[in-house]
């Protein structure tokens, strides 16, 4: 999780909410790693998941990422947790929990859901007071 923070106080530099993620292979190895670039990149997709999710893939030379973890600071979106779910990750570590928007067990559980086509493994708060620092900071600058 302190690399995933590492990478969530990078966006910040760009305007944008300071997520951070990183994707571990079996062997521990870092594959991926990405923060939200939604704003300097003027992309709706630009989350800090789908970033660590795609270069992962790339270094991996496959999309199936069924043996590894993605480690991120904030509970995914709905549209990140469908990415998890068709990525086949084997496991999910969140801190924070997202009131607003949160896919994975606060708003909605997309990974559980028992229609769904992959079921990860979860892990939810893990360092969750530290990315929650991180985010009231950013939106404290913006009031």
Known sequence: ??????????APGHDDVPVGAVVIDSGG????RG??????????????????????????GRWRLDDCTLVVTLEPCAMCAGALVGSRIARVVY???DDKAGAV????DLLRDRAALHHPEVVSGVRADEGKALLREFFASRR
Do not use: K, T
Not at 29 to 32: D, H, I, R
Not at 39 to 51: F, R, S, T
């Open 1 to 10: 999780m302190g690399l995933a923070l590492a990478e969530a106080a990078l």
């Open 105 to 108: 067990g606060s708003m909605w």
């Open 95 to 97: 801190g924070a929990f």
């Open 29 to 32: 190895a870092v594959v991926g």
């Open 35 to 60: 923060h939200n670039r939604r704003e300097v990149d003027a992309d709706p997709l630009g989350h800090a998941e789908l970033m660590a999710l795609s270069a992962a893939a790339e270094a991996v």
